[in-house]
């Protein structure tokens, strides 16, 4: 027997670092490089938001204080681009998931040429957001797009008319390219789940006794719950900063109607070169969907301790 | 070849402890089995002789050097994991000498070493397979090849055998003990199954919470088990037991169960009379005999071919007996039983042996 | 379970639907671009058009610096795909692998990455760049593009690593290997279908993006090509045809590398899930 102080020895100092190091050294690459191009710059055009930083300007960039924040909230236009954002983002976070869901659903079950299907289906994401915007203008242009005549060969619409310029509905316009070009990452996602829900419970369902109806209600839903939760979280912040589409088909006319925060902030940034106003913008869109993330997060973990 | 001497080790898992102060020496070519229930720390004890998990404190010494510090690389040691952990993308013979090319032997030292291995398990046919195609008899015998080729200082084995079928595994469990006395290896092996604890071991550690509870021969722990937890754990079926209160009279004892019937029973200085008690009994040490002290009701019959499970009860005790006496599969409602007194095991209140 | 072959047809016919909705609008970007200008209008809303040409490609690959473009586009996605993978591999499998204590807040950091609008950091990051000399430059765009794509690629190579057994790792360590060694001889390798997925997803990302891609580059010779694809808007006046001409040629490598991994896609996010 050694002695008791020996069997307590407390490890050498620098296998102790060597251990406790180890994963920081795996992550610095990756971390000093979001740091560095992410939270810093990130940080400075917090500050902005707090100073009058005009590109044109050669007298800005002095501290201004809140000043941008009183008048964002006298600006009419900022308050109907946040309206829009959410039209925007609910329209189609909704389409996207509904329509990605049924066709992750369609995918699953195993047919000829399944692969191919796959590969084709998914095609859309690897379109350059900016090249689905123009093509989607394109589309609904009824000089040399197809879809202003099939809408009102349906009854849609009243006339041939490009959508995109008429202000009840042009915001269809981009949520139509939105939902094309993001159905693929739902359907990926819950496919992929889906696949990985074990074969035999549905098999034990269907002996006892259980319809197509109940089966998706009692077990595919039930397991697809937190990967849905989770990709309806990022996607719902991912898509009220996207503005690539708005900006490319409508430029948020006509009259504003399409205008949303993110795209707001870039007209802002660039068609007024202030970007002191645009930071302030960024940071309450920020700051809201910090707060929508928390309260998601919160009510999941609600009922998380209830089930 | 070498000893492994463990000595006051303590693990807690953030501020949960798991073993609470474990001491064990395991001499050169010695075969140790730990058995306990799942859950008792048998794994984390050997995933710290591994290097897998830190030791909280005490110490751990192979050959007689500490290794508390030693990345698992350094301890010379192989494991042999319950999944088998064969390397999917590597075909059986790169499984087997991962260890050697890390190691940077030899070609041709590589070479003999797997083939050698691969003779002695059968696997010179799957050399060249991937692990997907083997059958799980054969990925089981794809990782113990993978530990002997680099005739390490001690084996390690985590249930190896848990995921085989019950003639496989039976046929495996005589391979590993074969396989120890050609190679005499020092051997830890974890498993929650008695049978394999009794068949390998040279000594069995039985462990329970986190705490050893007996340190023995297989014999010994069938013979003599330490406590209520080892007496019950080892055998199958499980010894009965009844609680009740060692009473003294003269020169000789008795045991009183609640319901006031006594049993005469061996004199034992350890305890006092008037004392809580627990009696053990081992079903297949229970006599039948038209003329047993004890009348026993039988509730059920379970034949397992080699012999007869009989469920009885006696005052109100439910208790097991195990004969091969076939007469037994049609018994009339009550049988009549005698507990020979030198089979009886005595626990004291606090569940340990009294001699 | 057998199904009708009522709900088979239908099934088929849902599958047909969601195929032509997905190929639809780049069907109509070919058809514009082999559209000769002079029917361009008049046969706008044609299926097909009565002439087809391939004058718009033969002048955007002859005549116009596409070329360029699509070289540093190549460049610059290619370099940010292996950078970001390397990077959001030993990430991830810090985060899957190991408890730390700051594992929580690197993981906060991460998600607030993807939460605000990047339009914000236009002004800081060229602030930052200029001194530097990595304005203007393909290696500041690499940069730049890495960055933003880590953290999703970390997440994506953390759900891989999630879906390989610990077994592995520690039967190596065992064996004789470090950690380290382990993780690029046994788990790497394993990881090659997440490691394909993310090589992709980052790629056609990097591929795609315009507003960092038009603030921090002017001048062709390191523009790529989304940013390119806007000069055919002002320098000639939109010329539809040769844009879409340029469009269809840019969506060719992106498609081509989306089809190659989005199988991996599916079945690594899978074995990820399996392990939950
Ligand atoms: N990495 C870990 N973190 C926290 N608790 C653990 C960890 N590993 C094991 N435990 C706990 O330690 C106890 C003993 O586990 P283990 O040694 O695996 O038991 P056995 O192998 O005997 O079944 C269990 O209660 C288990 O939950
Ligand atoms: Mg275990």
Redesign the interface.
């Known amino acids: 027997m050694t002695l008791a102080a020996h069997s307590h020895a407390a490890k050498p100092l620098r296998k102790r670092i060597a251990d406790a190091s180890e994963p920081y050294l795996y992550s610095a690459p990756a971390l000093i490089l979001i740091i560095g191009v992410m939270l810093v710059p990130l940080v400075l055009g917090i500050s902005y938001a707090f100073r009058d930083i005009q590109l044109l300007n050669p007298f800005s960039g002095g501290f201004i204080g809140l000043d941008h924040f009183r008048a964002l909230g006298q600006d009419e236009a900022f308050f109907r681009a946040l309206r829009n954002t959410l039209w925007w983002t609910g329209a189609s976070v909704f389409l996207q998931f509904l329509f990605g869901l049924i066709l992750a659903l369609l995918l699953d079950k195993p047919f000829a040429g399944r692969g191919l299907v796959q590969a084709l289906v998914f095609l859309p994401w690897a379109v350059p957001s900016f090249l689905a915007g123009l093509n989607w203008a394109w589309l609904f242009n009824p000089v040399i797009g197809p879809l202003p005549h099939w809408l009102y060969a349906l009854g849609l619409l009243d006339a041939p008319n490009n959508i995109l310029s008429d202000p009840q509905l042009a915001m269809w316009g981009p949520i139509a390219a939105n939902v094309w070009w993001g159905i693929p990452f739902f359907a990926i996602t819950l496919l992929a789940a889906l696949q990985a829900i074990p074969r035999d419970l549905y098999e034990a369902a269907s002996i006892d006794g259980a319809g197509p109806v109940q089966r998706f209600l009692s077990i595919t839903l039930p397991f697809l719950a937190p990967t849905i939760a989770i990709t309806i979280l990022l996607r719902t912040v991912w898509i009220s900063n996207f503005a690539d589409l708005i900006v490319v088909m409508t430029n948020g006319g006509p009259a504003d109607r399409t205008q949303i925060v993110a795209s707001y902030i870039f007209t802002q940034a660039f068609k007024r070169l202030d970007f002191g106003y645009a930071s302030a913008i960024a940071l309450v869109l920020l700051v809201l969907l910090l707060v929508y993330s928390l309260l998601i997060v919160l009510l999941r973990q609600t009922l998380l301790n209830k089930g | 070849m070498a000893s492994i001497d463990i000595q006051t080790v303590r693990k807690s898992f953030g501020a949960f402890p798991v073993l609470h102060g474990v001491d064990l020496t395991i001499q050169d070519g010695e075969f140790i089995v730990l058995v306990g229930p799942s859950g008792c720390g048998k794994s984390t004890l050997l995933r710290m002789i591994a290097g897998l998990e830190d030791v909280t404190s005490g110490d751990i010494q192979i050959d007689g050097k500490r290794v508390n510090d030693l990345a698992p690389k350094d301890r010379d040691i192989a494991m042999v994991f319950q999944s088998y952990a064969l390397y999917p993308h590597m075909s059986v013979a790169d499984n087997m000498s991962y260890s050697l090319r890390l190691r940077r032997s030899a070609k041709e030292k590589i070479a003999s070493a797997v083939g050698g291995a691969a003779v002695k398990l059968g696997l010179e046919p799957l050399l060249e397979r991937r692990p997907k195609a083997l059958s799980g008899g054969q990925r089981q015998r794809v990782a113990m090849g993978r530990a002997i080729v680099r005739q390490p200082k001690a084996f390690l084995f985590d249930e190896p055998l848990s995921n085989l079928d019950a003639r496989l595994r039976e046929q495996m469990r005589a391979e590993i003990k074969k396989l120890h006395g050609d190679l005499r290896a020092t051997s830890i092996y974890v498993t929650h199954d008695q049978i394999e604890a009794m068949t390998l071991a040279d000594r069995i550690v039985a462990m329970h919470g986190g705490i050893v509870q007996q340190v023995g021969s297989p014999l010994e722990l069938y013979d003599r088990p330490a406590n209520l937890f080892v007496a019950g754990f080892i055998g199958s079926p499980g010894m009965n037991f009844f609680e009740g209160r060692y009473l003294v009279s003269g020169d000789h004892a008795d045991m009183r169960l609640p319901s006031g019937t006594t049993l005469p029973i061996r004199k034992r200085d350890g305890l006092e009379s008037g004392s809580a008690a627990t009696l053990g009994i081992r079903p297949e040490h229970v006599i039948l005999a038209d003329t047993g002290a004890l009348e026993a009701a039988v509730d059920l019959i379970e034949p397992t071919g080699f012999g007869i499970i009989m469920h009885v009860t006696v005052h109100g005790i439910p208790m097991k007996i195990f004969t091969q006496d076939r007469r037994m599969l049609t018994p009339g409602p009550a049988v009549r039983v005698d507990l020979p007194q030198n089979r009886l095991h005595l626990f004291n209140g606090e569940g340990k042996r009294v001699d | 379970?057998r199904s009708k072959p009522i709900l088979t047809v239908l099934?088929?016919l849902?599958?047909l639907a969601?195929?032509v909705?997905?190929?639809f609008?780049?069907f109509?970007?070919l058809k514009?671009s082999v559209t000769p200008n002079d029917l361009?209008?008049s046969e706008?809303?044609r299926?097909w058009p009565s002439r087809t040409t391939f004058e718009h490609y033969s002048f955007v690959i002859a005549h116009s610096a596409f070329p360029t473009f699509f070289k540093n586009s190549l460049i610059v996605a290619g370099s940010t795909a292996v950078t970001v993978t390397i990077?959001?591999s030993?990430?991830g499998?810090?985060?899957s692998?190991?408890n730390?204590r700051?594992?929580y807040w690197?993981v906060a950091?991460?998600?607030?990455?993807?939460?605000?609008?990047?339009?914000?950091?236009?002004?800081?990051?060229f602030?930052?760049l200029s001194p530097l000399g990595l304005t203007n430059s393909l290696p500041g765009l690499v940069?730049?593009y890495?960055?933003?794509n880590?953290?999703f690629a970390?997440f994506l190579m953390q759900s891989f690593f999630d879906g390989i057994?610990k077994?592995?790792e520690?039967?190596?360590?065992?064996?004789?290997?470090?950690?380290f060694?382990a993780f690029r001889q046994?788990i790497l390798?394993?990881t090659l279908p997440g490691i394909a997925a993310t090589l992709g997803f980052v790629f056609?990302a990097a591929?795609?993006e315009?507003?960092f891609a038009l603030m921090l580059i002017s001048g062709n010779d390191a523009s790529t090509f989304?940013v390119g694809?806007l000069t055919f808007v002002s320098k000639f006046s939109v010329d539809?045809g040769q844009?879409m001409a340029a469009?269809v040629l840019?969506?060719i490598p992106?498609?081509l590398?989306?089809?190659l991994i989005?199988?991996y896609?599916?079945?690594?996010?899978?074995a990820?899930?399996?392990k939950?």
């Open positions: 379970m099934h088929r849902a599958i969601y195929v909705f997905a190929l609008p780049l109509w970007l514009v361009l209008y706008g809303v299926m990077l959001a030993l990430a499998y810090a985060l692998r190991f730390f700051a594992k690197i950091l991460m998600l607030i990455t993807q939460m605000f609008p990047l339009v914000m950091l236009v002004a800081p990051i602030k930052m940069l730049v890495t960055a933003f880590v953290p970390t057994p077994d592995l520690e039967a190596a360590m065992i064996d004789g290997a470090t950690q060694v046994i390798p394993l056609t591929w795609s315009l507003l989304p694809l539809f844009m469009g840019a969506l992106a498609c590398f989306f089809l989005q199988r896609l599916v079945q690594g996010l899978t990820g899930a399996v939950g």
